[in-house]
């Protein structure tokens, strides 16, 4: 069973940058896709972005698009998010996860993701 771990959330102000961390307990990692999501009180967990094993392709969300990057290094089994010019409203829990099923093609439903981390709190404050 693989082990994700967060790492690297935090406070910061509006137009701040943070740089998330996922590190993975298995070399297996490298042949999953993985997806970081969020999740803010009293709302469900949205999809963020997602990166193909090989890091080939990217998706992210259009509220994340253009801020933040999501990129892998399969050498130290970690992936990583980006994020720039934060704002109030990415504040939530951000989680990665992976998902062995699919090889291509990036799903966005959290559901369909099979192994997760517990997760970090990033707060941006106004």
């Known amino acids: 069973q693989v082990q994700l771990v967060e790492s690297g959330g935090g406070l910061v102000q509006a137009g701040g940058s943070l740089r998330l961390s996922c590190a993975a307990s298995?070399?297996?990692?490298?042949?999953?896709?993985l997806g970081w999501f969020r999740q803010a009180p009293g709302k469900e967990r949205e999809f963020v972005a997602g990166?193909?094993?090989?890091?080939?392709?990217?998706s992210y969300a259009d509220s994340v698009k253009g801020r933040f990057t999501i990129s892998r290094d399969n050498a130290k089994n970690t992936a990583y998010l980006q994020m720039n010019s934060l704002k109030p409203e990415d504040t939530a829990v951000y989680y990665c996860?992976?998902?062995?099923?699919?090889?291509?093609?990036?799903?966005?439903?959290?559901?369909?993701?099979?192994?997760w981390g517990q997760g970090t709190q990033v707060t941006v404050s106004s």
């Open positions: 996860a992976i998902d062995r099923r699919r090889i291509g093609v990036i799903d966005r439903r959290y559901y369909q993701y099979d192994y």
């Open positions: 298995e070399r297996t990692f490298s042949t999953y896709i």
């Open positions: 990166i193909t094993w090989s890091g080939g392709s990217t």
